[in-house]
C-alpha cells in the first residue's frame, strides 16, 4: 500500500487495520501514555491508595496499633508480669519513699516511690483512660461539629445565624479555666468531696474531662463544615437534588456528606493526639483522673518530685505520651495529604 502525498503514517494504520478487521494500534496508543491508574476509583479508594504509599504514615500507623493492642490486652500483659496496678509494696521502698529494688523479673519497670506500686502495671493501664478519652471525644465532637456545621451552611438564614453565635461564643471561652472549674462543679453535685468514694470522684472526673473536650473543640469543626456545604449546595447535584423533591435528610447524607469525607477523616486523625496530650496535662495540673484510676498524666505528675532519685518513673509515661502523640499528629498529616487532591505525597 502507498501512502498519498498528504497521508499521515497514523492515518495508513488506522486505513490498514481497518482493512483488516484488527483494532487500531500502534503510534496513537502509544501517544496516549499509560492509563490512569485512579480512574473508576472513588476519593476514598485514592485517597487510600497514596496512604499506603506513604511509609510514614505506615509506621505511624503500626506504632498507634501498638498502643490500642497494649491499652487492650492491659490485664493480660499485667497478669503475664504478675502484677496489678494497685497492690501497693511497702515493703519495697525506704522510709524515705524512694524505692529499694530497680527493674527486676517481678518488676518489670521497677515499683513507685512513697507506696510501691508497680510500674509497669500502672502504665499499661494508664494507656487505656488516656485513648478512650481521646477517642470518645474525638468522635462526639465530630459528629456534633459535624451536624451543626451542615445544618447552618445548607440552610442559612436564621438558622446559620443562631448556629454561627453558637461557633463564636463557645470560641470565645477560655478552656483552661473553665476546664479547672467544672471539676469541683460536677464532683459537688454528688454530694461532700470529702466522704465520696475516690472510685465515684474518678469516674465524675472522668465524664468531666469527656465533656470539657468535645464542648470546646466540636465549633472549629463545625465553622469549616459550614463553609464547605455553603459552597457545595450551589453546586449542580444539590440543585438538581433539589429541584427533583428530595428531602433534605437525603440530599444532606445521602448528597453531600460523602463529599465532606475529607474533612471528617482529617478532623479524626487530627483531633486524638491533641485530646491525648489535653487529657494528660489536666491530669498533671490536677484536674484530671486521680487514683484509683491510673493514667500517664498522673504518673508524670507524681514523678517530678523523684525524677532525680527515680529517673525511669517519668521517662515512662513521657516517652510513651511523646511517641504517641507524634506518631498520631504525623498520621493526621498524612491523611490531611492523601485526602487532599492539591498535595502529592
Not at 61 to 76: D, G, K, Y
Not at 93 to 102: E, S
Not at 271 to 292: N, Q, R, T
Request: charged letters at 15%; hydrophobic letters at 50%.
Amino acid at each position: 500500500m502507498s501512502l498519498g502525498p498528504m497521508q499521515s503514517a497514523d492515518e495508513a494504520i488506522v486505513e490498514s487495520s481497518a482493512s483488516s478487521g484488527a483494532p487500531a494500534t500502534g503510534t496513537r496508543r502509544g501517544r496516549r501514555g499509560k492509563k490512569d491508574n485512579t480512574s473508576g476509583k472513588s476519593p476514598t479508594q485514592i485517597a487510600w491508595a497514596r496512604l499506603k504509599k506513604d511509609r510514614v504514615a505506615m509506621v505511624c500507623a503500626v506504632i498507634v496499633v501498638f498502643f490500642v493492642l497494649m491499652a487492650l490486652l492491659a490485664p493480660v500483659l499485667a497478669g503475664i508480669e504478675g502484677q496489678d496496678p494497685s497492690t501497693q509494696h511497702s515493703n519495697l521502698v525506704d522510709t524515705d519513699g524512694f524505692p529499694t529494688i530497680g527493674p527486676n523479673s517481678e518488676h518489670w519497670l521497677g515499683v513507685t516511690p512513697r507506696i510501691g506500686r508497680d510500674v509497669f502495671a500502672r502504665f499499661v493501664y494508664g494507656a487505656r483512660p488516656s485513648l478512650a478519652i481521646a477517642t470518645l471525644a474525638s468522635v462526639i465532637s465530630t459528629a456534633i461539629g459535624l451536624v451543626m456545621g451542615m445544618l447552618a451552611g445548607f440552610f442559612g438564614g436564621w438558622v446559620d445565624r443562631v448556629i454561627s453565635w453558637l461557633i463564636d461564643f463557645v470560641l470565645s471561652l477560655p478552656f483552661l479555666l473553665f476546664a479547672i472549674a467544672i471539676v469541683p462543679i460536677a464532683q459537688s453535685w454528688f454530694g461532700n468531696p470529702f466522704t465520696i468514694s475516690q472510685s465515684t470522684i474518678s469516674t465524675v472526673r472522668f465524664f468531666s474531662l469527656l465533656f470539657v473536650l468535645f464542648f470546646f473543640f466540636w465549633a472549629g469543626l463545625a465553622r469549616l463544615v459550614r463553609g464547605e456545604v455553603l459552597a457545595m449546595r450551589e453546586r449542580e447535584f444539590v440543585q438538581a437534588a433539589r429541584a427533583l423533591g428530595v428531602p433534605t435528610r437525603r440530599v444532606l447524607f445521602k448528597e453531600m456528606l460523602p463529599n465532606l469525607i475529607g474533612i471528617i477523616m482529617v478532623s479524626l486523625t487530627t483531633a486524638i493526639p491533641g485530646f491525648i496530650a489535653a487529657e494528660a496535662g489536666l491530669s498533671y495540673l490536677g484536674v484530671g483522673l486521680v487514683d484509683p484510676t491510673p493514667s500517664w498524666g498522673g504518673m508524670v505528675a507524681d514523678a517530678q518530685n523523684y525524677f532525680q532519685a527515680d529517673p525511669l518513673y517519668l521517662w515512662v509515661p513521657v516517652g510513651a505520651l511523646a511517641t504517641l502523640v507524634l506518631a498520631l499528629s504525623l498520621l493526621g498529616d498524612a491523611v490531611n495529604d492523601a485526602f487532599n487532591p492539591n498535595t502529592r505525597r
